[in-house]
């Protein structure tokens, strides 16, 4: 099966605690995005990545960091740093970020709860 | 500057017809898109229109006018499961998908 998947489902950790939350793709996607999602809310862009090796800010990049070493791959570390870090935090792929409609694949999210 | 607008919330009964209306302002503009997303859910594609006009898929149809900066996501003959948020989702011209914060539609049976 072709998909994204992220895990683990729920996190739960320490104020104080870097947390890293994985996100893989199998679909062979260039693309990779990462956003979070507060109740009620939108879906706000924290990173995204075009190519390996390579990623941009999004808008709300602050507290957070991710590295893009395999194509298939592109994990999120939530810093310390950041202040609000409980959300709901969700991974997409797509095939380029700069062909078509640039349809975007989802994960089905991490859950993190930071008390 | 960026900016969208749809209705936060839309209620309609099962077998009606609902339209959600989405207006936006992004720094260059290449198309729009609609997601869905059910609760505790991942969002889903639903459309895109990069030219005026309306795309039909199914019992939903999107619509785009480029120089109104407008469009909508019009769905038929709905079902309890449509029950869910809908997103429209410009794509700018640095490639970014911008989401909003959706349209939440309710379903009376």
């Known amino acids: 099966d072709g998909g994204i998947t992220q895990s683990p489902k729920y996190l739960f950790r320490k104020e104080g605690q870097n947390v890293t939350l994985s996100c893989e793709q199998n679909?062979?996607?260039?693309?990779m995005y990462w956003y979070r999602q507060d109740p009620g809310q939108g879906l706000r862009l924290i990173y995204y990545?075009?190519?390996?090796?390579?990623?941009q800010k999004g808008d709300i990049a602050e507290g957070y960091s991710v590295s893009r070493e395999k194509k298939e791959s592109f994990p999120l570390t939530v810093t310390s740093a950041q202040k609000n870090p409980t959300a709901f935090y969700l991974c997409a792929s797509s095939i380029s970020a700069t062909s078509g409609s640039n349809e975007q694949y989802f994960g089905p999210g991490t859950r993190l709860t930071v008390t | 500057g960026q900016s969208l607008e749809q209705p936060s919330e839309v209620t309609a009964v099962e077998g009606a017809i609902v339209q959600i209306n989405c207006t936006y302002q992004?720094?260059?503009?290449?198309?729009l898109s609609w997601y869905q997303q059910h609760d505790g859910g991942a969002p889903t594609f639903l459309s895109y229109?990069?030219?005026?006009g309306l795309e039909e898929t199914g019992r939903f149809s999107s619509f785009l006018s480029r120089s109104d900066s407008y469009g909508y996501l019009l769905l038929q003959e709905l079902q309890m499961k449509d029950s869910a948020s809908y997103f429209c989702?410009?794509?700018?011209?640095?490639?970014?998908?911008?989401f909003g914060k959706g349209t939440r539609l309710h379903i009376l049976p």
């Open positions: 989702a410009p794509r700018n011209r640095d490639d970014k998908i911008i």
């Open positions: 992004t720094s260059g503009f290449y198309g």
């Open positions: 229109n990069a030219l005026d």
């Open positions: 990545s075009q190519i390996v090796n390579d990623f």
């Open positions: 679909l062979n996607h260039d693309a």
